[in-house]
């Protein structure tokens, strides 16, 4: 027989893992981020992709029966013996969407890193997201030299969801990574209940 | 002598082919024996699927284990592993790791806790654990 311990009411006897996606364009700082919070460096794993990826992937006139392989950075955090919560930077390219589900599922929350001179970039995550009723915040990487826009200002060009939540970050520095892990956390929670209470009124 | 070493002899040409431009020696397909998914038992391994060691397995040393399996379980050995985890120590793909990991499940060497089904998120308890670690770190 297959053993599960899909329960939870066991508390600390099964361990248990959460994760958390890191999304956003390419080149805003996903990596970082996993980096400055991972008690690890971050690992990276492959995952090899066969024909299904490349008709999902509508390049012109391509029609070579490649494997692709595409890597997911992630990183890990040991909340306490049985208890961690693993990090996974998504694949940048949206040609790699079909992963996102993958990932996604059974995510606690995703973190979308934005770039202020690129806020389009993250239009994608932050849809897929939305559509898909998965907690998530939007953190502003504060590039050095990046002009600085208020958390409202990014709120509303992304023109968000009431009660999402928007953090300033720097990807690169652990406090300000944990920051916004925590705010994601909370959230999350918050979603969580708001669905428990909705479904039984 | 070894100057010559890149223009090479005649009976050197054949490991000209094993660098790293060509990928890996040994196919993923071989190593799952052409399988792409795990077997009979049909489970498919989360990245966070934690992997842990029976204490009461048959040893890693039976039969129809391959050096890839073996791999695997010895990374589970100091520690439970990820999914993930053992994909990046082991250096293979994800979807090797899986068909691998699912033939170790069906000889009862590893038990493989499953995540949280996406609808049931754990509950208040757990997640103010986890701020309040996030918090300590």
Known sequence: ?201 | MNENMTTGAPHEQGSQWYDNEAGPLVRPYAMTGGRTRPGPTGVRFDLIALVTLDPAAPGADGTGLGPEHRTLVDLCHTETQSVAELAAGSDLPVGVVRVLLGDLLELGCVTVSRPVPPAQLPDERILREVIEGLRAL
């Open chain 1, 1 to 201: 027989m297959v053993s599960e311990h899909s329960d939870t009411a066991g508390g600390d006897s099964a361990p248990l893992a959460l994760k958390i996606l890191v999304a956003g364009g390419f080149g805003v700082g996903k990596t970082t981020l996993v980096g400055a919070v991972s008690e690890i460096k971050p690992l990276r794993t492959e995952e090899l992709l066969s024909e299904v990826g490349q008709l999902v992937d509508d390049t012109d006139g391509v029609d070579q029966k490649v494997t692709t392989t595409v890597a997911m950075d992630f990183g890990r955090i040991t909340i306490r013996s049985g208890l961690s919560l693993y990090l996974f930077g998504t694949p940048g390219q949206d040609r790699f969407w079909f992963l996102w589900d993958e990932l996604s599922q059974g995510a606690l929350g995703a973190v979308v890193l934005a770039d202020t001179r690129r806020l389009e970039d993250c239009f994608p995550a932050v849809d897929y997201f939305e559509h898909r009723h998965i907690p998530f915040v939007v953190a502003v990487n504060c590039f050095t030299g990046a002009r600085s826009y208020g958390a409202p200002e990014v709120l509303r060009a992304l023109d968000l969801d009431k009660g999402t939540p928007v953090v300033l970050c720097d990807a690169r520095d652990r406090d300000s990574g944990k920051e916004v892990l925590i705010r994601l956390v909370e959230y999350a929670g918050r979603m969580h209940t708001a669905r428990l209470l909705d479904s039984v009124s």
